[in-house]
């Protein structure tokens, strides 16, 4: 049995950086692989945020000559998402959060769902996706789950876990079986923090400029605001199983 590890090299582009608005990761050689991807991660956005994060070529490990593959990904607060949290705070009547769940087609790409409009009132209703706002965050918090989960009214593929205090944690039933789009009416009192948020990048040593001796690649966050936590992976994979050598300082399987 070939096991992943022999195909594919696993390693940290850009370690788990916050607190600075750039940040470059460490630059990987390409020129004993077929393919890398390039896999980022964003938490802690709020509303309104956004952020970049790019793919380069160099000529070397120490980045020279670096130039851009493709384009930067902008990375928007609330897109496509595969866990928040929202935080209530004496949200008022008729204040709106909407969630938009994606799933997969038969090609592998995310399709969008209904978007459907959960609104804060006086007493819940939920076949009219209605929670109820009229005492404590707490209570908002339970009731605002209990609409998002209802079998019939809720939001497909979507699962509320109601923490407690007024905070609610949205994740996918199925975790990596689809995402989530979520917008609130009032940033403050029903605060959205994203938690995980992904964009990928592939790269083919093809791709490189190979006439220019370009054999590096490396990725790059740009425009991070203050708090978001950021951090890639790249995934490098050779043309069959081989001896691939990982970096792990601990290792096992499941046999």
Known sequence: MHLIQEATKFDWAVRPQTGSTSYTGQWFRMDRYAKGLFVGCVTGKLTGATLTMSVYEATDATGSDEQILGAAITMAQGIKLGMCTVAFSSIDVDDTIIIQP????GQ???TAGTALTFTAKASETLSSRYFNQASTDTA??????ACVNDATYGVPGVLATDGGSGTVTLTMDEPGDGAFTITESDTTKS?????I???????????LDRTDNFTHVGARFAAVETGDVVCAALIRAIPGYGPVGQVSAYSDDAS
Do not use: I, K, M
């Not at 605060?191 to 938690?195: C, G, K």
């Open 140 to 145: 908002t918090g339970t009731s605002f789950a």
């Open 102 to 105: 994606y799933t997969f087609d």
């Open 108 to 110: 592998g790409a995310l």
């Open 197 to 207: 948020q992904q964009a990928h990048f592939e790269v083919a040593v093809q791709d």
């Open 191 to 195: 605060l959205v923090t994203d938690l």
